[in-house]
Structures are given as C-alpha cells and as structure tokens.
C-alpha cells in the first residue's frame, strides 16, 4: 500500500522560504509521477508542480502562479519528493498535499505565509 507523509510546512513571512517534503513507501518516487497541489480555504484543489517518473525523464511542470519561485525534485535514495519554495506570497497559503500516480494522497501540511 503507497503511503505519502507530508513535512515542512509552518508559519512564514512573505518573501520567506520554506521545503516541503514527501517520504513515500515502497520505492515509489521514481517509478511514479509525482505531484505537489494545494487548497486554499474555500477554493479547488489546484496543481503545483509535478515531476514525471524517471523513465519518462524526469521532466516538471509549474503552475504559473509559481514558475520561477517553486521547484519539485526527487530524491531517489531517499524515497523522497521535495517542493522547494521561495519568495513566498500571502496567496500561497494553503494545505499542501503530495500526490503520487494521480491516485494516492498524504494527508497534507499546512503552509501559512503572513506577517
């Protein structure tokens, strides 16, 4: 059974930076695409950045509103997925959940950016 545990969220200023991390089981993180989205507070679910399986190469993909300030990556050796986030804005407050094949999910962590 896949489990995805979620880590690293917390209470941030704007313009601060956190990473988030996924520990996932059963040596998943390179044959699965995996994916971070979040949920702000009465809207949908919405994607992040997403990394495909290593034998799909690898390649990521960003949601505008974070191109340039988010990076996913993948530690193999670890079994882990990371979301690398800087330059933090209030708009990106939200529950953040890692996604592994389109089908499983953590439980989510909360990020809170706020002066």
């Known amino acids: 059974q896949v489990q995805l545990v979620e880590s690293g969220g917390g209470l941030v200023q704007p313009g601060g930076s956190l990473r988030l991390s996924c520990a996932a089981s059963?040596?998943?993180?390179?044959?699965?695409?995996m994916a971070w989205f979040r949920q702000a507070p009465g809207k949908q679910r919405e994607l992040v950045a997403a990394i495909t399986r290593g034998s799909r190469g690898g390649r990521t993909n960003y949601a505008d509103s974070v191109k340039g300030r988010f990076t996913i990556s993948r530690d193999n050796a670890k079994n882990t997925v990371y979301l690398q986030m800087n330059s933090l804005k209030p708009e990106d407050t939200a529950v953040y959940y890692c996604?592994?094949?389109?089908?499983?999910w953590g439980q989510g962590t909360q990020v809170t950016v706020s002066s």
């Open positions: 996604n592994a094949a389109a089908v499983h």
């Open positions: 059963g040596g998943i993180v390179d044959i699965y695409d």
